[in-house]
């Protein structure tokens, strides 16, 4: 199973069923005949596993949808702000394509982050942008510097441009090796990928590292899907350095803070050389109707978000004070949406499944650098509250 992590997809025993693929028992022999026609590096590729959806969730587990407590995908449990509702049901024209260049969403942006709109490019959620940028850069044999764990696309994306990824793995404390960094870089990769806060980590990248990495002769990707979260308790962006540094992007979302993650909506701050080339590869229509203009409203109703944000982070704190009384959980310190916990006593799994089993969902994860570990959400207080009562009576 491919590792991945973050909403859009990790390593998880839960998992979407792959599309029903019986018909091929009956056709392989015609599907030798194409085989080699295929790239290899597809051919050989894993799928990419994401998340279950809520109803599907719930027929697994044999309990009504409402009685789900979803804390496995750092979505917003606030919903979207109520402008943005009221935008999506009065839309009048879905029956005609949207505007390919997203410009009154692109000139709200360039308002919002005090960046010029040549360099705004709008996607369908930053997942998008990240496969654009791999796609610019990265031909076959290519490398590409993934320091895990971190979000799983980059190394993902990566394999379907048939690149190399270089993995750097963060140190015990999931900080960055800077000098593993540097050295990769020396063995001619092209793009270091950089999610702050980190995912599922939750730490910052300080920025005086990244301007350290900015002087290597390569892309440096912030990922920047929970820097509200961040901001909110005074840690700066650094999307006001796009331009300053020709090798510096930053990604950003509308999913986590402004509670739109199923309309997938996402932007990124360019410098304009490589703005323009992401121009000429897109889809024309890439950010559906829906979605610019629940962004829009999002951004117009900002204040009321914010507010969200500031909840958010406050009970994000009440949870991790609380996780750290329950003696075999060891969270760590978080600037996101969410709360990394480190199983010190038993097995994760088997707590993910008896939350499961409750209609509580976290995250749960396999990998080598993350062994024994959940990832928890954020959630309203009634849920995190659900959630501790829960762990609590595992004891």
Known sequence: MVVGFGGRATETETSVPFPNLAFISTTRKYMAEIAHLMRPEIADLEAYTPIVPLDVLAARLGLPIEQLIKLDANENPYGPAPQALAALAGEPHYAIYPDPESGQLRQRLAEYTGQPTARVVCGAGADELIDLLLRI???????????????????????????????????ADFSLDLAGIEAAAERGAKLLFLTSPNNPTGNLTPLDEIERLLKLPLLVVVDEAYIEFAAHAGAPSVGAWVGRYANLAVLRTFSKWAGLAGLRVGYGLLPELVAEQVWKIKQPYNVNLAAQAAAIASLDNRAYLIQNVARIVAERERLFAALQTIDYLHPYPSQANFVLCRVLRGEAATIKNELARQGILVRYYRTSLLHDCLRISVGRPEQNAALLCALQEMV
């Not at 590409?144 to 993995?167: E, H």
Request: overall charge neutral.
């Open 137 to 171: 850069f990265i031909a076959p044999g290519d490398m590409v510097i993934d320091c895990p764990p971190t979000f799983g696309m980059y190394a993902f994306d990566t394999g379907v441009c048939g690149g190399r990824v270089l993995t750097v793995p963060r140190r």
